[in-house]
């Protein structure tokens, strides 16, 4: 990974109708420049209009002549990435490899303000070939020109000019790249409370959370304290049922630099506060990296020699390694429950000239085909009704009907919404079934949905909800 490959340029060429176009394209789509998804669009496409053939075609040739008369007409480029191997060695293997369809999975990055969630994110993409080392360099100009030499990996993700101007994530952003086994999107997440919204909706759509946990002396207790974002970050993807993994940045940082008794120390403290939430810290791997440097990304470290790798539970057995990509590789991505009703939570909606409202989100339930007619119901806020008092771990209760609620209390609560609120229980549609609740850009509450009972036509029709509930603030509601 490590080594630079050279840029080659290749041209395809011939009598007309001898195949060019198709050869090509289905080269790239056997090397994985283009997915099994695209292809099939592809060849819906071409079988509407009586051209089913032209299906690896259409890859290349875009222009709405070269679809009606079936011939290239202008040139096309397409990259993609082949890997190293002579005449004949490994072509069975590489092959094997090439037509295996990989799962998609989507990794957010989160923690505290600072903590190089973009700058490891980032610098992840580039080692493993999503982005060339010319782009690279290309932002660390950018970045030198405006005295921010130091961001030449976080502008790869962090695009706003605010976000340049003011040195900190403020919008969530996307990056497709590929590991040995999944077709990863990274998310990264803004780590400052004034974006803490945009967590919200940004961790949803994962299937494994990064939580970064910064090392540099001074700097961990700054993340771990009260008014820090770790505790919150993690307890926010607790709720929202997504997995866990730590890595524990700027190990470069520490006194002396890539210190084992600092890291020893993170380990236990971050373990005893996710145990707290509900993690079970023997299943969530550490990984110590440094996100600017490259230690322990995609290869084992000379720096750390006393770290002997993670080690956690899975159904196959146990999974171990060192590094962070080699934890990435051991998630264990979540059924696709494709035979249930359609459910496709929203993260944002554009407005894009030429295509109209465009919806973003992920389906979790069921199957979005093209053409389908959808319906998207109105989320609106909501009322409470303190029903039960409960314990936290055992659930068993401990108050009817309390007045109030502390923080760390948890408890059964009824909750009728003023208007129309599109929700499920959790164990129907665990995306639908975790709620977060907010007052003055902090989190003060977050729980699961146990029921959801939709009234009579003829009454309101606003649904009750019972919830569990655990208040955070320290004020009394």
Sequence with gaps: MEKEKTYINIIVI???????????????YKYGGIDKRTIE???????????????????????????????????????????????????HSIKANMEKEKTYINIIVIGHVDSGKSTTASHLIYKYGGIDKRTIEKFEKEAAEVGKGPFKYTWVLDKLKAEHERGVTID?????????K????????????????????????????????????????????KNGQTHEHALLVYTLGVKLIVSVNTMDSTEPPYSEKKYEEIVKEVSTY???????????????????????????????????GWKVPCKDGNASGTTLLEALDCILPPTRPTDKPLRLPLRDVNKIGGSGTVPVGRVETGVLKPGMVVT?????????????KIDRQSCKKLEEGPKFLKSGDAAIVDVVPGKP????????????GHFV??????????????AADEKAAGAARSPSLPRKLRRLNEHHP
């Design 14 to 28: 011939g009598h007309v109708d001898s195949g060019k176009s198709t050869t090509a394209s289905h080269l790239i």
């Design 41 to 91: 669009k592809f060849e819906k496409e071409a079988a509407e209009v009586g051209k089913g053939p032209f299906k690896y075609t259409w890859v290349l040739d875009k222009l709405k002549a070269e679809h009606e008369r079936g011939v290239t007409i202008d040139i096309s480029l397409w990259k993609c990435l082949p890997q190293e191997h002579s005449c004949g060695e490994n072509h």
């Design 172 to 180: 969530i952003s996307l990056w497709k790249c590929e590991t040995s």
């Design 182 to 225: 999944y077709h990863v999107t990274i998310i990264d997440a803004p780590g400052h409370r004034d974006f803490i919204k945009t967590i919200i909706t940004g961790t949803p759509q994962a299937d494994c959370a990064v939580l970064i946990v910064v090392a540099g002396v001074g700097e961990f207790k700054a993340g771990i304290s």
């Design 274 to 308: 996710i145990k707290k939430i509900g993690y079970n810290p023997d299943t969530v791997g550490f990984v110590p990296i440094s996100g600017w440097n490259g230690d322990n990304m995609l290869e084992p470290s000379a720096n750390m020699p006393c770290f002997k």
């Design 376 to 388: 998207f119901t109105p989320v609106n806020v909501t009322t409470e009704e303190l029903k039960e």
């Design 421 to 432: 609120m599109c929700v499920e229980s959790v164990s129907d549609c665990p995306p639908l």
């Design 437 to 450: 609740v907010l007052d003055m850009r902090q989190t003060v509450a977050v729980g699961v949905i146990k």
